[in-house]
């Protein structure tokens, strides 16, 4: 089955193709006082043309200690038969609009193996 490109960037990485575009959700956040606020939260969706590597990075904002990465796709080199994942800030990491060096950055960090 292909992938919707309508709305996706492209970028490459190594010799592969991987789709890519951000999209901006609410989030129901209930507070100590027990009331709901509602939240955004910006998500950047990278998503290999042959669907093995997908990945959810939520977008940071300031102060946040560290991002988060939910991973979908069989192919996830650092950490196999991860389901979500810590990723460290980086300089450019809480910009509104990433740039495809940010998304190569993060697909290069995704696929490095770390030492067990």
């Known amino acids: ?3 919707n490109k ?3 960037r ?3 990485f190594k010799g592969r ?3 890519w575009y951000v999209n901006e959700s609410k ?3 209930p507070p100590e006082g027990g009331f709901v606020e509602y939240g955004t939260q910006r998500v950047l ?3 290999a043309s042959n669907k093995k590597f997908i990945v959810h990075y939520r977008i940071p904002k300031e102060g946040d200690p560290h991002a988060t990465l939910r991973v979908e796709g069989p192919q996830f080199p650092r950490q196999p038969n ?3 994942v810590q990723v460290p800030r980086w300089k450019h990491d809480s910009k509104r609009f990433p740039t495809a060096d940010f998304v190569r950055r993060l697909i ?3 696929m490095e193996q770390t030492p067990s």
């Open 6 to 8: 309508k709305g996706m």
């Open 10 to 12: 492209k970028v490459n």
């Open 17 to 19: 193709q991987y789709l």
């Open 108 to 110: 290069g960090w995704c």
């Open 45 to 47: 969706h990278i998503i």
């Open 1 to 3: 089955m292909a992938v």
């Open 82 to 84: 991860a389901k979500q």
């Open 27 to 29: 989030q129901q956040v």
